[in-house]
């Protein structure tokens, strides 16, 4: 099989189509890798008293952690291993508490103060439905889910410990082998799938749903619809691993525990079966003893400390986003690891302002969306796609190499028959925008501009234009406001701002300093042509093998 893996087959049998497996036959590679914890997907994972331990004002570190996603927390993992005291610092809270209504986390059809980070109105990612509009009023809160607006994009990111993990539909997806140049030019694909996919694969404890099992359930008709379409147009139809427990999802089918995928749970946190990084690398990361982190964190300012080291100041926030306290802390190495967008606003910022002049001229350049847009289709009756929808995607529509675009068939999970498929598409586009520090308002501007949307909207049309025409369906045009039809308004896979072999070397250290590092999605140029943290994580584990075997 090809490596996303896209063997062709006619038959009708689930079990002999193309799965996108991605390094599925690979998982076998767990002794170097290390299994995901045992961690039940019931449980919230770490607990708070283990993990959570707000650094004090004047501490010195041997090594700290800006930010808790794919690439920091593979770093905390690997270090804490070899023996290496780490700090982890978070912008968002811990997620360890249940709110009013005994759940951690909010529905995705009910928002509520949980929901949205520092915002007073949601800025949901479908805003409307059937000419309503969904968005609401909500009080201030450090919210899960940040739509972080720039000109002409909202950069959708996960605000927690745990990162992205926390929001994402945990679509575990490798790159197909052939497109992976193009993806990273800089990394020999032989080590990342022989090696580092695998690990990630591992550790992040991916899986396959259960072929029959999936034919038969009702909480994926949607996906079959899909499938249906996709077939009867000629596109080739993919199925994905996830990151979700499946023996989790078929007993919340059976009505034997609490539903977290079947209640519709994802953008705003899942309650249980999903495997996030606080149960699987973190979770491994704080067995050893030599992991704390503290939630509510900001890092302004890294600046080389006189006695070696950086000094890096602090912004302790309280729940309505107001700065309670200011730290100064040393750490002999310091990972950024805020995401693509918080770790390139953070160094494009320190450049500017003269805390870390010696960055290249790098910082800030070479960021994509991933080429990401959304559309809804308007089925016929008898295509009915089911009122209980898995918000746990499991396929796709794979027309990356005749139209440039890979369509996730994704959920709608509203609780009623809608007769609607829904799609985010990733797809091939050229455009890159800079960071670029803005002195008049003392912010970090993005130089994107709205138009780019068109390359991507022009190949997923490729996919669903034809689908319409076989079908004889039209596009829903009321779900993104303002009679349109594509979502072309938002990103959920930001990537880029300190490539890799630019900004850094080839394994994530910074240009100009020793000892600072980027381990995120900030290295990767734009692009993965999937669905991206199982490369962050991959791209993380080799990076981080290299500096624990020549740096420490």
């Avoid at 959920?411 to 890159?432: C, V, W």
Wanted: charged fraction near 20%; aromatic fraction near 8%; charge should be positive.
């Amino acid at each position: 099989m090809r490596d996303r893996s896209l063997s062709a087959s006619a038959s009708r049998g689930l079990t002999r189509r193309r799965f996108v497996t991605g390094t599925g036959s690979l998982l076998g590679g767990l002794a170097l890798a290390g299994t995901a914890t045992s961690t039940s997907a019931a449980d919230p994972g770490v607990t708070a008293a283990a993990l959570t331990s707000p650094i004090p004002s004047g501490a010195h570190v041997p090594v700290l952690v800006i930010g808790t996603g794919y690439g920091g927390s593979v770093a905390a993992l690997r270090l804490t291993l070899a023996g290496v005291d780490v700090h982890m610092v978070e912008m968002g809270m811990a997620w360890d508490a249940p709110g009013s209504d005994g759940k951690v986390f909010a529905n995705t059809t009910k928002p509520d103060y949980r929901s949205f980070w520092l915002r007073t109105r949601t800025r949901q990612p479908l805003s409307n439905f059937l000419g309503f509009p969904l968005d609401k009023d909500v009080p201030r809160h450090t919210g899960i889910l940040d739509a972080e607006d720039f000109a002409g994009i909202t950069v959708y990111q996960g605000r927690g410990v745990g990162g992205g993990s926390l929001v994402n539909g945990g679509m575990a997806v490798t790159p197909r082998r052939e497109l992976f140049p193009a993806i990273l030019p800089t990394v020999d694909p032989a080590e990342m799938y022989d090696v580092y996919y695998p690990r990630a694969n591992a550790g992040l404890g991916v899986t396959s749903v259960d072929p029959s099992w999936w034919e038969g359930a009702d909480c994926y008709q949607y996906a079959r619809v899909g499938r249906k379409h996709a077939e009867r147009s000629g596109f080739p139809f993919v199925f994905v691993p996830n990151v979700y427990d499946w023996d989790y999802m078929r007993q919340e089918a059976a009505g034997a525990v609490p539903r977290s995928a079947l209640e519709g749970e994802v953008i705003y946190g899942n309650n249980h079966g999903k495997k996030t990084l606080r149960k699987t690398y973190l979770a491994r990361a704080a067995a050893t003893g030599r992991l704390s982190v503290s939630p509510l964190h900001k890092a302004t300012t890294v600046t080389p400390a006189s006695g070696g080291g950086y000094t890096v100041t602090l912004e302790r926030l309280d729940t309505a986003g107001a700065t309670v306290e200011t730290k100064t802390v040393v750490a002999d190495r310091v990972f950024f690891a805020a995401g693509s967008v918080g770790t390139s606003k953070l160094l494009t910022r320190l450049k500017a302002t003269g805390a870390l002049p010696a960055l290249n001229d790098q910082i800030g350049k070479g960021w994509g969306d991933n080429g990401n847009v959304m559309c809804g289709r308007a089925n016929h009756m008898w295509d009915a796609t089911g009122k209980l929808q898995s918000a746990m995607p499991t396929a796709g529509i794979d027309n990356w190499d005749a139209g440039g675009a890979f369509a996730e068939v994704a959920p709608l999970p509203t609780g009623i028959e809608t007769y609607a498929s829904f799609y985010l598409s990733i797809t091939k586009t050229p455009h890159r925008a800079e960071f670029r520090w803005n002195p008049a308002t003392g912010r970090v501007d993005l130089t994107w501009d709205r138009a780019w949307k068109k390359a991507s909207i022009d190949a997923a049309k490729t996919i669903f234009d034809r689908i319409n025409a076989k079908e004889g369906t039209i596009y829903r045009t009321d779900l993104f406001g303002g009679n349109r039809i594509w979502g072309d308004h938002l990103t959920y896979h930001p990537l880029g701002g300190a490539v890799l072999g630019r900004a850094t070397d080839n394994h994530g250290r910074l240009h100009g300093y020793d000892g600072l590092y980027v381990i995120d999605g900030a290295l990767i140029p734009g692009n993965t042509s999937v669905n991206p943290f199982v490369t962050i994580t991959a791209l993380a584990e080799r990076n981080i093998e290299k500096i624990i075997a020549t740096d420490l």
